[in-house]
């Protein structure tokens, strides 16, 4: 060590007393070890000189009252002089207030010079201000530059403009930091033309807004609206915001002019950064002109038009009906991607079309439609039974009369299959889901026809407690022959018909008992199934608080996941305003699996014990990014925190983003993930994921 700081030193040639230091660490040498040495200040004390020997070095200069950026320089084959900038230092000092339980030992400052401040003003960097008690104080380069102040773990603040000078320090005064996110961007204006003189520039606002959630209740819609922040951005169109943690669209409006509405998704004790700037622009106009302007029972036409991010989130809905003419104008529009669908009704939709609204457009929308008569029969005989014939673009009801006759208007005007129907009677009880179900046409000009036969084997039984008596108000559920259906036991008894040959799986629940897993029946095709008896045991509860660093998070949603190929997965729900969650489970379990999804935090999927006491459930605000890529097997199962999940449904349960057969989990807990070809293990592709990195999982070899 003092061999290598004898050789740096006589490298050194002093020019001034008054000594530059030189922090320099030779990175392509085995020992990597950091030396300090004196360099020569300059006489304009514009920078310091060092003679290095060959060799890759890192090169951070410290001078009283100066600053300098660090510096890597490679020196090639001999001895060579290397002149480092420095440039003139003032001090930054302040207060800061945090929040209890806080003790923070520093602060980090950003500081970006202004536009057009010339080659004499130091680049932006980074430093580190060590904080005594409350205050902190450290030098920065003399100038006129933005500041971002940060402290891990709480959300950040910002100053513009501030201008430091040699001669005095720069006071910020009190700096509040409190927990949260935050978001920083500019806005820019579309057009020369758009863009109004200073004088009449109207104030730029910027709204964020919490992102629409396919599962949100009322309360959590309240909650949502209370979260809604604003803030203006400053004359050279920047803006910072402070939010909660979770997924928020925003937007930036100035007068008449509006922005698209990019999604974006703030962690917790983080500052997320709009990649690109908002651009302001007139809005857009839609006409739109449908053909036929009515439905052929002369019934108006409903449309919906859908602001979509790029992953075709919903982020805003218009809705109309139309008048008789089909035509339709809608001003005001942001520009960006949008879905127009347009249907009988505001449930359903004839029509879609993805638009894309980056200037005025006039569309035509031509919708084809046919009414279609047919039967449905049971065992042979007529069935009094609500159809509802359901597809990617259309939901239509219709009842069969008591001779199994029915007549529907749906959108399509050829002979072909329909995706799905679903029926439903209740004497005898039938619940029964036809996919593909074939659409005929006996000549050029009669209408389609469609004649479902459905076979007459049917289920009986009676759902009962330990003691063998019957209990009331009763739900079934059947499940089997690539079907699945719920019957209510009013008084204990049920039946369910309509039924194909195979073997059926069945559970029963009431209020506060359920069966202990399923119980398996196999109907014959000459012979009638003796009535099954399900008994229903005491239930209990699994129950808990989904929490994080900052306290409970309301914004999650939780699903309990089935422990089997076949079994009954809960659909994710939200938790309550205070985190809480509550899931009820049959007797005898012993744990169950979960999936958790909090906007701003990373997803789990873990296995947890089935016990009295409350469940505490923490997010982390940093995970990795978990690719699984199942190709098109639908045998896999992801495995994690001792519980497992088919591959395929990450997008449902852990809000992954498909891309073809490729899922995409942007935030996921570290850890250990396995792709397998069974939920006991079997043969799978491993990786470990550490926060802030990426694993892919590819398809294991088959068998």
Sequence with gaps: MLRTLALLAALVQLRLEAPALIEARRLDSAEGKMVTVTAAVTPDG????????????????????????????????????VALPLFPAGILRGTVEVPAGSSPRELTVHFQPLPGAGPATAPGGVLTCPIEGRTFACELPAGRFDLALRIQGLASLHRWEQTLATARPLDLGRLRFERGASLTGKVVFEERRDRPKPAEQPKVTIELTPASLTMMTDDARHRAAVRRVVATANARGLFHLNAPPGRYVVQARAGALLSDAPEVTLLDGREAQLRQPLVLA??????????????LTGKPWS???QKLDRFNVLLSEVTATLPETGRWVREAIAPGGYRLEIGRSPDDSWYTETLDLTTDVDHHARIRSSFVHGTITLGGKPLEAQLTFTSDRAWVPVVSDANGEFRVL??????????????????????????????????DDALPRIEIELPGKSLRGVVVNREGEPQPHALVHVEGSGDFAEFEAEHGAFEAAGLLPGTYALRAFTRDAETEGFVEVTLEDDTEAAPVQLVVLPSTRVHGTIMSAAGP?????????????????????PVEADGSFDFRVSAGTADVFLSVVAPGYAWRLLRVPVQREPLPVAMESLGGTLVVEPGD?????????????????????AGATAEGTRFVVDSAESGEYALCDAPSGGRCSRGVLARGGTVVLKAPEER
């Design 410 to 443: 749906l959108p399509f005007a050829a002979e072909g299959t329909w995706p799905v129907v679903k029926i439903v009677a209740l004497q005898p009880a039938v619940q029964r889901t036809l996919n593909d179900v074939r659409v005929v046409r006996d000549s």
């Design 303 to 305: 449309v919906r038009l």
């Design 633 to 653: 097997r639908r045998d896999l199962w992801l495995l994690h925190g001792g519980a497992f999940l088919a591959a395929r449904g990450l997008g449902y349960f």
């Design 46 to 81: 514009a920078a310091a000189e060092v003679e290095l020997e060959p060799g890759l070095w890192e090169l951070t200069p410290r001078a009283s009252g100066w600053w300098a950026p660090p510096s890597v320089v490679r020196i090639e084959a001999s001895t060579a002089t």
């Design 282 to 295: 007139r809005p857009r106009t839609l006409t739109l002109q449908v053909t036929p302007p009515v439905d």
């Design 553 to 573: 998070v309301s914004g999650a949603a939780i699903a309990m996941l089935p422990r089997e190929n076949r079994g009954i997965a809960g659909s994710p729900r």
